[in-house]
């Protein structure tokens, strides 16, 4: 594996001198770091049963690499005096996880916390070897802030569920993140109770196909900053911000969705928000849209004049519960495909709909009834 890239941008060479005089003498790894400033590349070396053989490293040799360099450094604060996991370790990939219980530098193998414990934080690094940290903090209900150190490494490709069901979780610090290979982030804040701002600003999404379920359930959110997300490549949002109750605005100006096929519950229930500009979406692809934007009581007008609708064959309470509305276009609306429209205007106030009847002969009056 070629490091130029990596290296160049997170140590330059001061910093790989200072680290070769903190390694003994001895030490092979140090014999690394020589070849990495002479050469700027190496191949990472993998700790295996094999290894002592190869290059007789020991595991103590290489966990001062991976602490060093290669590893994601993540520090945890946990409530005090309640019981439960802090983190979900992976059995065949243990040996890739060191935990710390506050300053104690003995590492401890268990990923969960005892009621009589009173630890101020916890210290997690987590190795080089694992590429995915899906579900890494799912449902790990004793935590309340976490904050990450040290993120160097480009080789992490899945997030999937990473603090998903984090109900306590109060702060998340994710300026050090590194996103960049990362495909999948289906449900990543997914009921994430606490959460009342998030700032994802760091957040490189070049390489992410899937966001269905991303912040489904942050009831508590009032502040999320996507202004830097690249969706480019994203093929589901379904239920993205499903349950976003406490959002009074979303900017999605950033947002492209010309390869996106399913848009259901995108907006489900986000009932703060009063306006909401999809100007710049792309719905070519798009084949479902039932409850985009159902519960979303606040919205008094939208303006879909550029949706196109040419694929979509489900609309059904696309606007259920819309109850604050007052103005929209559908000018461009193609629905010779869709085959169900029921209740898509079900509980707009009756002004409203008899509005949309004589506005848009296109829409069945099925669109109009009651479940």
Known sequence: MNFNSELSNEIENQKIK???????????????????????????????NNI??????????????????????????????????????????EIYY???FTDNKEEIKRHYINESENEIKIKIIIDYQVKS????????????????????RNNINN???????????KELKLLNFNTNNVTDMESMFEECYSLIKLNLSTFNTNNVTNMRYMFKGCSSLKELDLSNFNTNKVIN???MFDGCSSLKELNLSSFYTNNVTDMRFMFWVCSSLKELNL????????????????????????????????????????????????????????????????????????????????????IKEEAFNKH
Do not use: A, W
Not at 63 to 89: C, H, L, R, V
């Open 279 to 362: 100007c710049n979406f792309i719905t070519n692809k798009v084949t479902k849209m039932s409850g985009m934007f159902q519960g979303c009581s606040s919205l008094t007008k939208i303006n879909l004049s550029k949706f196109n609708t040419n694929n979509v064959t489900d609309m059904g309470y696309i606007f259920y519960g819309c109850s604050s509305l007052t103005e929209i276009n559908l000018s461009n609306f193609n629905t010779n495909n869709v085959t169900n429209m029921f209740g898509m205007f079900e509980g707009c106030s009756i002004q409203f709909q008899n509005k949309i009847r004589l506005q848009y002969k296109n």
């Open 159 to 169: 997030m999937r569920d990473m603090f998903s069901g984090c109900s306590s979780l």
């Open 133 to 152: 940290i899906e579900k890494l903090f799912k449902d790990c209900e004793c935590i309340e802030y976490i904050y990450f150190k040290k993120f160097y």
């Open 98 to 100: 060191h935990i710390y």
């Open 18 to 48: 200072n680290i070769l005089k903190n390694l003994k003498s001895n030490c092979i790894l140090k014999k690394l770091f020589y070849h990495l400033l002479k050469n700027k590349s190496f191949e990472i070396i993998k700790y295996n």
């Open 52 to 93: 002592k053989n190869r290059m007789n490293i020991s595991i103590k040799d290489y966990k001062e690499y991976s602490e060093i360099y290669s590893s994601i450094e993540i520090e945890i604060k946990p409530i005090n005096n309640k019981y439960g996991k802090f983190i979900n370790i992976n059995k065949e990939n």
């Open 237 to 239: 949002m379904k239920s």
